[in-house]
């Protein structure tokens, strides 16, 4: 069913990116970095926030989720629906969700979440690496 384990919010790493183009350690430039197929699973599988971009403010982030595990094979490192989330949460016994929101005017891209979902009958393993970003 839907519960969410292991949740890690990485809001505080994010701010502190934020927070760092503000006062001038970092430019935008060091930020604003995602990966071409990034910016395109944005375009096509993302998912619209009301949430402004934090650093061009021009316009909304996108969420793109991607889902890893063991047990995903083939399926493993794709871009999901949150709505397929659930789905899968009763085939599965356990995968990592990972939510990165995405900028699709300054191509700003940070990990905003990542959580474990599947019904907990699985190996308790196959976790495995964060998409790639600029975390
Ligand atoms: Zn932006």
């Not at 619209?48 to 083939?74: A, F, K, Q, S, W």
Request: proline share 4%.
């Amino acid at each position: 069913m839907w519960s969410q384990r292991a949740v890690v919010d990485y809001g505080l790493a994010k701010r502190a990116a934020i927070q760092s183009i503000r006062s001038g350690h970092m430019t935008a430039r060091d930020v604003c970095d995602a990966h071409p197929y990034l910016l395109r699973a944005a375009r096509f599988h993302g998912e619209p926030t009301e949430r402004n971009c934090p650093i061009c403010e021009r316009r909304n982030v996108t969420n793109v989720t991607y889902v890893y595990g063991d047990e995903l094979g083939r399926f493993a490192g794709r871009v999901k629906a949150t709505a397929d989330l659930a789905e899968m949460a009763r085939e599965y016994g356990e995968f990592r969700v990972y939510v990165v929101e995405v900028c699709q005017g300054c191509s700003w891209n940070h990990l905003a979440v990542s959580f474990v979902l599947g019904t907990g009958n699985g190996t308790g393993t196959g976790t495995g690496d964060p998409p790639g970003s600029s975390v």
